[in-house]
């Protein structure tokens, strides 16, 4: 499900006098990361869920001060070093060198890294503005290849809330996981592994649409799936994510994603071990700073002209 299904779904509980909304805070956020962008939920989708229901926040270290902000109280000494000095045009290389290092041959025959630097919406940045970056991403292997390692460094309140057990038991439950389990990383942030089938979702470079166990084991599309096109083994592909969420608002995710047409093949196709995910996900070296934000709580994104800090709507 979209960020566009999800509005449809809500305006339609609203619209009824009966039955009252009955969906979960777990469950709107998990049916709102059906879509599964390379960096994130859409902006819209994370309002809509924060409308549908209130969530339960994790347990935070609490460092999300922007640009050069001190409030680093509690967090590890590497990254409070790390941030210290911070270098955007340093990442590239900086990323790649701790990649390679945990993952070691699980990236032999995916070739040399792909950087790329986001906005606060997704969309790439040059290297000149790699500091109003809102996430950060090194790819081997090509999106659609028979097989792809992601690791991605990012700012994103929508997808660091939420109780990381609730959701796996949802994303289990509604069957949008074939696995998840959730464990204690450094300083207690909690690490979320999981298993999940997508497709190429076509409005979006580099995007993933997820696809539930009923899905793959019929071939249908159901009725909330904007692909609507029958599901061909040969386009399913299985991704395995391990992800930590380090504040309120900052993550770092490490993924791997093979071609397979069911679970069990792609069991066997994965060549990253996840203790070496988690070793990238838990590096205290690999973090940026939160985006500079206006008084007005303004983000940057990139136009024709070069980036602006955009007020958020309510």
């Known amino acids: 499900m979209t960020d566009r299904d999800l509005a449809t779904l809500v305006r339609e509980h609203v619209r009824r006098d009966e039955p009252a909304f009955l969906l979960s805070a777990e469950t709107s956020i998990a049916l709102g990361r059906r879509t599964l962008r390379r960096r994130r939920v859409r902006r819209s989708a994370g309002v809509l869920v924060a409308a549908a229901a209130a969530v339960a926040a994790l347990p935070l270290v609490p460092w999300t001060g922007s640009g050069g902000s001190d409030d680093r109280t509690g967090i590890d000494p590497a990254t409070a070093a790390a941030l210290r000095s911070y270098d955007p045009q340093r990442m590239p290389k900086l990323i790649d060198e701790h990649a390679r290092a945990a993952l070691e041959a699980g990236l032999d025959g995916l070739g040399d890294g792909a950087f790329r630097a986001d906005d606060d919406q997704g969309v790439k940045l040059p290297a000149q503005y790699y500091d109003k970056a809102s996430a950060m991403s090194v790819s081997y292997g090509g999106h659609g290849d028979a097989r792809q390692v992601v690791v991605s460094l990012l700012h994103s309140r929508g ?156």
């Open 159 to 314: 997808e660091a809330e939420g109780d990381a057990r609730r959701l796996c038991e949802s994303q289990l439950a509604t069957g949008y996981a074939f696995s998840c389990a959730v464990t204690t990383g450094r300083d207690g942030d909690p690490i979320t592994t999981s298993v999940t089938a997508v497709r190429a979702e076509g409005s979006l470079p580099d995007s993933w649409a997820a696809l539930t166990r009923q899905e793959l084991r019929t071939g249908v599309p159901t009725a909330t799936d904007p692909n609507q096109d029958p599901i061909e083994p040969s386009q399913v592909y299985f991704m395995r994510t391990v992800e930590s969420v380090h504040s309120e608002t900052f993550l770092t995710i490490a993924k791997e994603i093979v071609r397979a047409p069911g679970f069990e093949q792609a069991q066997q196709a994965f060549q990253v071990p996840v203790d070496a995910l988690a070793e990238v996900v838990n590096d205290p070296e690999l973090t940026i700073p939160r985006p500079p934000m206006g008084k007005n709580g303004c983000t940057w994104m990139l136009h024709p002209e070069g980036v602006s800090c955009t007020t958020k709507k309510p």
